[in-house]
């Protein structure tokens, strides 16, 4: 009796295995899909040394990394245009997010001519597209 529990018990986990795998797979959600209402809740900028640029930027209700990371890309495209200049490249975007706020520390290097660099945004084409999208610039 001893032996068949241990048995029993021993292949209690494979069963569940089995059970799992059988159930039907959760439907991936189009990020379009998921909602989003957005707070933005501003931008700080930083000169960091000539031409490169530091944006953090804050907001709720962003639906990953990205979301954060294009409002850090609208504050570099008008501070761009503000300077001046017409073109900016991304350097790097660090996002975190400590309980319902995402925060982005972003990088840019303004440019009246197109940098170099497969990140490089157009600073007019992006303000459009960031006025279309309602996200705030500076």
Known sequence: MMRRAAHIAAMAPAAALALAACAEPEPDVSRDAMPFE????????????????????????????????????????????IRGYGFARHVRTNVQQQGSVWTGNAVYVISDALPQGLRTIDAEVTVDACEDNGIPTI
């Open 38 to 81: 957005p707070v933005y809740l501003g931008i700080e900028t930083g000169l960091l040394d000539g031409d490169l640029v530091q944006f953090d930027v804050s907001m709720r209700g962003a639906r990953d990394t990205e979301d954060v990371a294009d409002y850090g890309e609208c504050a570099a495209a008008q501070y761009a245009l």
